[in-house]
């Protein structure tokens, strides 16, 4: 009898720890993928000349006020990056599966697919 009680205990509780588990990987890549919107809306809306959209990674061109005038928005293994002109790199999103671009009219469309979860934004591009 108190094997069994132990043996369902165990089964609860490891059930209750896959959830949990599950449940901060969810909000992790919530948590990333707020993020990467954010810092993405702020170098999408500032200072901008110019956006070509090639495949997957998107060219920006800034201002002349702005250092680094030529940004790339790619894919790099598991992370988000802009690669800025003279070769610096910053990290926007890590832990992402697949990043996946498209525009569509004026509307730019950024899809971050990760392990648990997928979300999509959509940034509104003047002509």
Same mark, same amino acid.
């Given at each position: 009898?108190t094997?069994l @009680?132990?043996? *369902?205990?165990? #089964?609860? %509780?490891a059930?209750?720890?896959?959830d949990y588990y /599950?449940l901060?990987?969810?909000f992790?890549?919530?948590d990333? !993928?707020?993020h !990467?919107? /954010? &810092?993405l809306? *702020?170098?999408l %809306?500032?200072?901008v000349?110019s956006?070509?959209?090639?495949?997957?990674v998107l060219f @920006?061109?800034?201002?002349? @006020?702005?250092?680094g005038?030529?940004i #790339?928005? =790619?894919q790099?293994?598991r992370?988000?990056?802009?690669v800025f002109?003279?070769?610096?790199?910053? /990290?926007?999103?890590?832990?992402v599966?697949?990043?996946?671009m498209?525009r569509?009219g004026? &509307? =730019?469309?950024i /899809?971050?697919v990760f392990?648990?979860?997928? %979300?999509?934004r959509?940034f %509104? @591009? !003047?002509?």
């Amino acid at each position: 009898m108190t094997l069994l @009680i132990l043996s *369902i205990t165990f #089964r609860l %509780y490891a059930g209750v720890v896959k959830d949990y588990y /599950e449940l901060v990987q969810f909000f992790k890549h919530t948590d990333y !993928a707020y993020h !990467a919107f /954010e &810092v993405l809306k *702020i170098q999408l %809306y500032n200072h901008v000349e110019s956006m070509e959209l090639q495949g997957n990674v998107l060219f @920006i061109e800034k201002s002349s @006020i702005v250092p680094g005038r030529t940004i #790339r928005l =790619l894919q790099r293994d598991r992370r988000l990056i802009f690669v800025f002109e003279g070769g610096t790199i910053q /990290e926007v999103c890590h832990d992402v599966t697949k990043v996946n671009m498209r525009r569509e009219g004026q &509307v =730019l469309y950024i /899809e971050l697919v990760f392990p648990s979860v997928t %979300y999509e934004r959509g940034f %509104y @591009i !003047a002509p």
